[in-house]
């Protein structure tokens, strides 16, 4: 971990700062040289080279480089349409699904390409959890919902299951409300409670990392609160991704923050994504080094 | 509660309760409801006219109408071999068109390349709902009396059901995929996100959620199949003398009954050949309704899924 922190401070972060020249972050590195991941080092989860996404023609996102802490929460920040959801999405292949949707460079998953034509997408979302923008809990029982995971790995006893529930939805602060409940539909509970039921479902297949897409866009200010407060204490056994629209909850639960913007760009009338900048989320927010980061942080763009 | 101040000026007060005549909108309802009652209208008729000319035939017969044969006397006739046909028939429509018509929809939803193939593929499809009944009963007569004799035995009851799943196969599908792609996309990536694999998804999420919409399709393609009378002249249907309970011989079903019945002169006599009509009319729907309380069933057992319960 030392030896990361040092490289870091000894590479400066390269940033072209003319009208025309993109602005390309190297965040340690240049693309091309050694994944710092492939030098045994285990505190990173993800190695994001120069990743590019296209739908159809149009490039949604382009050149993002970036690496994902072990135990840390990264925020993905930025004005709609930068492509910070489309980055996330990379992450668990949930980008498959939409047909034009094209993904150029490579996301180092423990020293695997996950693009690679031979890993399995099913294996990667199991290790790769996902709580969306819109609670979705299936229209299920509230125990069905967060079984309904483990039991797709294999056949468990009922008491496993039973434990395995009670523990995840433990870790996800709703046990306490729904334990008298267990049977009844999770479409009943409010949204701020489907939204900790999707957390406790992705938690019960104990994955290495949790995505969060915006989780709280939808919720009150309280639910909120116990979704950030969540995140806090999961992050001990987790790794997590949040894109959110709200600086105050990138500032409150990030350790690190990638800020995201669009630009301009000819080979296409639409505005392309790009990753601005990626550091601690204390410097991100006091002393950010790009001016497009401290203005978009002070609110007065974006 | 205050009463209304005084200061209110008094054109404020009359306008907020004026009564304002909204002819375009009363127009509307009154043909609305004119609408609807038309159809009531229509349904209703068409019901008492076949219970006031179908009842008198059960009366006269009782159960021997239903067990009865075929014979060239109105009192002395029966459906069974009709009745049999048809039952058939919707039972082939059950076992052949159903698993291939839905296993097409989420072939052609779930797993196929949105493509220009999948696309014109769907066009097709479409177009073979809108092909007139008489033309399956051309198709049914080549390939299935026909070219498979050695398995349908000619003009049979196979033949017949064979060619009505034919006929109902792009109705199923088109209802399918519409319930299919209904399904919210959350509802997926829910599934997705826990590691689920697509046929994991597709049988734990899509179908339960869709299966509402799918059932209302099995509905109508099973009142389709059994009310058609056009492709099972083609394919054979007679109403001469018939074995009672035959699947590969000499067939007939009720809607040829009907046609055959309601076309012949009037006698004297307790009942005539309108009454026999009627009466297989009646128990036509009778059929389409004890097959359609099944799907019904189950709809509503999905429908309560979709909320969870």
Not at chain 2, 234 to 253: C, M, Q, Y
């Amino acid at each position: 971990m030392t030896t990361f922190e040092t490289n870091g401070q000894e590479l400066t972060t390269v940033t072209d700062e003319s009208e025309t020249a993109p602005i390309i972050i190297r965040e340690f590195r240049v693309p091309g040289e050694k994944a710092p991941m492939a030098a045994g080092q285990a505190n990173f989860v993800f190695d994001v080279d120069d990743l590019s996404v296209y739908y159809g023609t149009f490039r949604a996102v382009r050149e993002v480089t970036l690496g994902i802490r072990e135990h840390e929460v990264t925020a993905f920040i930025g004005p709609s349409g930068c492509g910070k959801t489309t980055v996330l999405r990379c992450f668990n292949r949930m980008n498959d699904f939409i047909e034009s949707a094209r993904v150029h460079g490579r996301i180092l998953y423990h020293d695997v390409d996950l693009y690679d034509p031979a890993v399995n997408a099913t294996e990667v979302r199991r290790r790769i959890g996902m709580v969306f923008q819109k609670p979705n809990p299936f229209p299920k029982s509230i125990y069905d919902n967060v079984a309904y995971g483990p039991r797709l790995l294999g056949r468990k006893s009922a008491s496993e299951l039973d434990g395995l529930v009670e523990q995840a939805l433990r870790a996800a602060a709703l046990w306490e409300e729904v334990k008298d409940r267990l049977k009844q539909s999770g479409m009943g509970l409010s949204g701020g409670q489907q939204q900790r039921l999707c957390i406790a479902r992705a938690i019960a297949v104990e994955p290495e990392v949790i995505l969060m897409d915006e989780p709280c866009s939808a919720l009150d200010p309280i639910a909120t609160a116990r979704i950030e407060d969540l995140m806090h204490e999961i992050k001990q056994k987790y790794t997590i991704i949040i894109v959110t629209h709200n600086m105050q909850q990138a500032a409150r639960v990030s350790d690190r923050t990638a800020f995201f913007t669009t630009e301009v760009n000819e080979e296409s009338d639409r505005r392309t994504g790009v990753l601005v900048e990626f550091d601690l989320t204390q410097k991100m927010f006091s002393n950010p080094s790009n001016e497009r980061t401290e203005a978009y942080v002070t609110g007065r763009f974006g | 509660m205050t009463a209304l101040s005084p200061t209110v000026p008094a054109t404020v007060r009359s306008a907020l309760t004026r009564r304002q005549r909204n002819v375009g909108g009363i127009v509307l309802h009154v043909s609305l409801i004119a609408a609807m009652l038309f159809t009531l209208l229509v349904l209703f008729t068409l019901i008492g006219q076949i219970l006031v000319e179908g009842i008198p035939m059960f009366r006269e017969r009782g159960t021997a109408f239903i067990t009865g044969t075929i014979g060239s006397e109105p009192t002395k006739i029966g459906v069974w071999p009709g009745l049999y046909g048809s039952f058939f028939i919707g039972m082939g429509v059950i076992v052949l068109a159903f698993p291939i018509g839905i296993a097409s929809a989420i072939y052609l939803e779930e797993y196929a390349h949105h493509g220009r193939l999948t696309r014109f593929i769907q066009i097709n499809i479409r177009n073979l709902a809108g092909v007139p009944a008489v033309i399956y009963g051309v198709l049914g007569l080549v390939i299935f009396v026909d070219w498979l004799k050695p398995i349908t035995n000619g003009e049979s009851v196979i033949a017949a059901s064979l060619t009505l799943a034919v006929l109902v196969l792009p109705i199923i599908i088109i209802t399918a995929s519409e319930a299919i792609r209904s399904v919210p996309q959350g509802l997926r990536e829910a599934g997705y996100g826990v590691g689920a694999t697509k046929w994991e998804v597709t049988r734990d999420h899509v179908l339960p959620y869709a299966a509402p919409g799918i059932l209302t399709g099995m509905v109508l393609s099973i009142a389709r199949a059994l009310g058609e009378a056009a492709p099972l002249i083609l394919v054979g249907a007679i109403t001469g003398l018939l074995p009672r309970t035959s699947l590969t011989e000499k067939f007939t079903a009720l809607p040829i009954l009907i046609y055959n019945w309601s076309g012949r002169p009037s006698k004297d006599g307790a009942v005539s050949w309108e009454n026999a009509a009627a009466g297989a009319a009646l128990l036509l729907l009778a059929l389409v309704f004890v097959f359609n309380v099944f799907a019904v069933i189950l709809r509503t057992r999905y429908e309560r899924k979709r909320i969870g319960l």
